[in-house]
């Protein structure tokens, strides 16, 4: 399915992603496509002199936010929002990969939630990620209580927080779920913009209902509402509100240089679809058919196809190996119906009503349940049912929090997998890494590589003076043995050799390592480089 | 008169000129240079129908014997028009291109009267040392000779500026003063020739000069009846300066010298000779490789291997020394010059247009670096794909006669309605015809199937049709509508 995936050249943007060049390719024919930056997200970074990217976005905003005018109007809502609005302030602790070995730099925030149903805080997932600390605050009420992640869910920048004092919901009232609200109605924005300790509201209209990338992830799309209130750093993970009732959570936005007046809440159907997947316990992610599609509306291709000249059907261009729907879908498949609905010639289909994209029948599905899929397979009409399950190679493409790198440290020199954050820590231009991790699903990299380890430092000692230049460098094999994640680096190093011969991928030259010279060069690498730790292979953080 | 004191700069050695120029009035036909104004009109890779816009450049040329004159190939690439003007007359005659190499960076041209050049000294062609003060020689807009100093500080192995060519280079220090058409700029010690300017860096002060030892291969090269250019082995190497590598290959401390061999590329003369990744050079000739790569020349000392190779002549035999599996061998090899035209992913396309072949609407083309480089920065701007190809192409590409055929643009027609979306992406066949280079097309296109034209592509959305009939019916429409002089231009009939 044309999976909300969001493609490279649609999603990076020069201005806030420095390590990953924007790749805008020149239309020949002058084609004119627009293509927005992906939005910033909310929270308010209070850590000024790290310049990472929250910070820099926080203080976008301050300067975006000193030229709005202040709300004229508070709604009578107001006052029920009080007793259920919270103000959240995360100690986060953000990985470092190229210093995999320490905790990583130490920066506080601030965001938004509220209280719902079952004594439980929402917020956003990147008000709370990589959260070592967080301190929740009400509005009428003093103390501060100290509350963990129950569970996050980076896939829709979504997270529910649990308080063990019970005194904290004393005086709380729960707020309620509203549906979609209409396009032109008026919505009111409660959160701690810019930080401030007292509640904000900001008021503005529906502007537009759509899917729309989640940066916080910048792999996923799902619905999103576009509203034209001021939103700022800080308001993330607070209500919107109509009449009474929950209708988003704020969650992101563009700074004025891009975009006037754009602001976006995630929609009651993804909060509640995230509600009820964690309501066994455990919190499974959004399901995805994992192929694409192409649409078919040149009648030549229709004909060729023996479709008739009605509209429907797009055809299956690519089925992920990974996926769920491998041995189920072929290429030069047509689509014509998902569950009941039949799917139109652009991927769209009927649903309640409206015309959404065939996508959002499965991202309101879960883990385990069945799509059936009206098939046309060399002219026959067929049903397929699929099973639904998340496709593991497309999590590396996406931004990854509350992990810690893993590493292995041989002989000074520095082996890693490949995810992005790893890319944007290191600002890596090297073109066959960037290659391997772009088209790592496309052209099923992961078959050959489920993980791209990667030579990504040397730490400079007379055993490795003449490594330098294997830097960066993708592992191919360690004395014959194929290697294929960072666990296949780990046990190749622990084999007993008296030389270990490490080939890198399109490197002819071998890196040869004898075993002497690294076992004498050990204690004096980690003395001189404060390695607190040789290597790291599960990516766990554990936050009591 | 100072003028003519200038021109005596020229005649005398330049150092002397600084030293105590004398006044004497000299005539003008001991300039051995001229002006040449070049007119060069590149195609357009985008628009493989079009050309860019003409863009004209003054420049200078050396006069060598044989009434040629001596320029950059940069100067001529896909040049319109050539002339020739005397600096101080002002007298113009049109020229024409006699040999040109894109890789060495020198073309030989010849004025269209044999006469013109008949009342100018020709410059021989010397070589030149490290240390040497020689003078780099300009024209002032009124004709008279601009002339600076400059020192040979350096004699090295540099890229040229088609990419992956690497020649000797002298390199130089001296502060060049900017004057209009100084392109092509000569390099004289005293009175001859030593090279031709290549690049000036304003910021370092670093000339970069092709020397007269590449500017006498060429015109050796060019008098002879088939111009082979400059050989190559066809083999990367790394140095071998790690005594843990040194052990691993099973060269015992003794030894010094040596280089890994990294790749070794399809078709090429080291290929030829069943050499291998993994072998190490320890000799060319008679000449020792070091651990870096370089041998000891007897004019310019330690120099890369690079230069040894290009300095022979194209299917010139030279003997190879390696050890292999830690016993020592002596390969023969035969060193060839590779074309441009043997890459899958050619590496320059000049005074050549793009082929291109419009069906539907769908532009077909071959990719090739000329195309990426439309995009400027290609390394960032082009299809990340294309570019990965392409630099890994030795790589990726077994069969170097194949060329890729891609879907560069859809040029929107009713053929294309749904279409429209579609680019840079690799065709593989059409009507089940395997294409290796789109000449392929003009054939593929001839048998639809079932009255369509079934076109594959290497990715999303891997297969879509035309209707042959409509697509037949839309040629004329497309070249009406988009201005395309013709529906396709492909090369002569395929070489086999």
Redesign the interface.
């Known amino acids: 399915m044309n999976k909300p995936r969001v493609s490279r050249d649609e999603i990076f943007a020069p201005e806030f992603f420095a390590c990953s060049p924007p790749r805008t390719h020149r239309q020949p024919l002058d084609k004119r496509v627009y293509s927005a930056p992906p939005p910033v997200i909310f929270r308010l970074s209070m850590t000024r002199i790290v310049l990472s990217f929250a910070a820099v976005c926080a203080l976008r905003f301050a300067f975006a936010a000193e030229t709005d005018s202040a709300p004229t109007k508070l709604p009578n809502a107001g006052a029920a929002i009080r007793k259920s609005l919270i103000r959240i302030a995360v100690t986060e602790q953000e990985a470092n990969y190229k210093v995999p070995w320490t905790p990583g730099n130490i920066n506080s925030g601030v965001g938004a939630g509220f209280v719902i149903d079952g004594q439980r805080v929402l917020t956003n997932a990147h008000v709370v990620s990589n959260a070592r600390f967080l301190g929740l605050e009400k509005e009428n009420d003093p103390k501060k209580y100290v509350a963990t992640v129950e569970h996050i869910a980076h896939d829709c920048d979504l997270a529910v927080l649990k308080v063990a004092d019970p005194d904290f919901f004393k005086n709380t009232a729960p707020l309620n779920f509203g549906g979609i609200p209409q396009i032109e109605s008026q919505v009111s924005v409660y959160g701690y913009p810019i930080g401030g300790d007292r509640m904000s509201v900001t008021t503005g209209i529906v502007s537009r209902i759509d899917f729309q990338a989640y940066t916080h992830s910048l792999v996923d799309q799902h619905l999103a509402i576009q509203i034209d209130a001021a939103i700022n750093p800080g308001n993330s993970g607070g209500p919107v509100m109509q009449e009474g009732k929950v209708v988003g959570v704020a969650f992101q936005g563009y700074g004025g240089e891009v975009a006037q007046n754009v602001g976006y809440m995630i929609p009651t159907p993804v909060i509640g679809r995230f509600l009820k997947d964690i309501s066994d316990g455990v919190y499974d992610k959004y399901m995805d058919l994992s192929v694409s599609t192409f649409n078919l509306q040149n009648p030549a291709m229709r004909r060729a196809l023996g479709l008739a000249d009605d509209d429907r059907g797009v055809m299956v261009s690519s089925v992920a190996s990974a996926g769920c729907s491998a041995g189920k879908l072929k290429v030069g498949d047509v689509l014509l119906g998902i569950d009941e609905h039949p799917i139109a010639s652009d991927a769209f289909v009927d649903l309640e009503g409206e015309r959404v994209q065939m996508a959002e029948v499965v991202e309101r599905k879960f883990k385990g349940d069945d799509v059936k899929l009206h098939v046309l397979r060399d002219k026959q009409e067929i049903d397929v049912t699929v099973k639904l399950d998340a496709a593991w190679p497309f999590s590396m493409q996406a931004n990854e929090y509350d992990v810690a790198p893993r590493y292995v440290l041989f002989g000074g020199l520095l082996f890693q997998p490949v995810s992005r954050s790893f890319l944007e820590n290191y600002q890596l231009e090297d073109l066959r890494v960037r290659y391997f991790f772009d088209f790592f699903i496309a052209d099923e990299i992961y078959r050959e590589h489920p993980e791209i380890i990667i030579l990504s430092a040397v730490l400079p000692d007379p055993i490795n003076t003449y490594l330098g230049e294997f830097k960066n460098g993708i592992l191919d094999e360690i004395n014959g043995d194929k290697i294929k994640t960072l666990d296949d680096v780990a046990n190749a190093l622990r084999k007993p050799a008296d030389e270990y011969v490490i080939r890198l991928i399109g490197v002819g030259r071998p890196l040869v390592l004898e075993r002497a010279a690294v076992e004498a060069a050990r204690e004096r690498i980690k003395m001189r480089y404060n390695v607190l730790k040789e290597q790291n292979l599960r990516d766990t953080v554990n936050v009591e | 008169m100072r003028n003519a004191t200038l021109l005596v700069c020229a005649w005398l050695s330049a150092a002397a000129c600084f030293a105590a120029p004398p006044a004497k009035a000299v005539k003008e036909q001991h300039i051995s240079i001229v002006r040449v104004n070049a007119t060069n009109q590149a195609w357009d890779f ?2 493989p129908w079009s050309k860019h816009a003409p863009v004209s450049r003054r420049a200078l040329g050396a006069v060598l014997a044989g009434d040629h004159v001596l320029v950059t190939a940069e100067l001529v690439a896909n040049a319109n028009y050539l002339e020739l003007e005397k600096a101080e007359s002002g007298e113009r005659m049109p020229a024409h291109v006699e040999v040109v190499d894109y890789e060495a960076n020198l073309a030989l041209l010849k004025p269209d009267s044999a006469d013109f050049l008949r009342d100018m000294k020709p410059l021989e062609v010397k070589d030149a040392a490290v240390g040497d003060r020689v003078a780099v020689w300009q024209l002032e807009a009124t004709g008279a000779l601009l002339i600076t100093d400059a020192l040979l500080t350096t004699v090295e192995v540099t890229r040229y500026p088609i990419d992956d060519t690497a020649l000797l280079t002298y390199r130089l220090t001296s502060s060049l003063q900017y004057r209009e058409g100084s392109f092509t700029v000569p390099v004289v010690k005293n009175g001859s020739l030593v090279g031709l300017l290549m690049r000036y860096d304003t910021r370092t002060q670093n000339v970069d000069v092709i020397p007269a030892p590449v500017i006498d291969h060429f015109l050796h090269d060019a008098a002879s009846k088939h111009y082979g250019g400059f050989p190559r082995a066809g083999v ?1 190497f ?2 071998m ?2 005594p ?2 040194r ?2 290959a099973g060269l015992g401390p003794e030894t010094s010298g040596g280089v ?4 070794v590329q399809k078709g090429s003369a080291a290929e030829q000779a069943g050499m291998r ?2 072998d190490v050079l320890l000799a060319i000739g008679d000449k020792a490789i070091d651990q870096d790569g370089n041998y000891l020349d007897k004019l310019y000392g330690k120099i890369s291997l690079v230069h040894l190779i290009a300095s022979k002549n194209d299917g010139e035999k030279v003997s190879f020394k390696i050890l292999r599996d830690h016993a020592p061998q002596t390969l023969p090899v035969t060193l060839i010059h590779r074309v441009a035209e043997d890459y899958v992913i050619e590496p320059y396309t000049i005074d050549r247009p793009p082929k291109y072949y419009v069906i539907g609407g769908l532009v077909l083309q071959e990719l090739s670096r000329q195309y990426l480089k ?2 400027g920065e290609y ?7 294309f ?2 190809y392409d ?2 192409q030795t ?1 990726i590409f077994k069969d170097a006669r194949k060329k890729l055929v891609v879907l ?2 859809v ?1 929107p027609s009713a ?5 429209e979306e579609l ?2 992406l690799v065709v593989t066949k059409i009507n089940d015809v395997p294409l290796t280079r789109v000449d392929d097309v003009a054939r593929a296109v001839a048998n639809s199937v ?1 009255g ?1 034209h ?1 076109i594959e592509f290497e ?9 042959a009939k ?1 697509t037949a019916e839309d040629e004329k429409l497309l070249m009406r509508n988009y201005g395309l002089p013709a529906i396709s231009r492909l090369g002569a009939l395929s070489a086999e």
């Open positions: 985008f628009h990367l790394a140095p300066r790690d843990q590598l052990r691993h890994f061999l990294t790749q990744v993994g439309e995009w390394l960032k701007k082009a299809p990340e794909r570019v990965y630099r890994y790589e560069s643009q040029l053929s294309t309605v749904g279409y680019n840079y079932n369509f079934k990715e999303n959305p891997r297969v879509i049709y035309l209707d409509q």
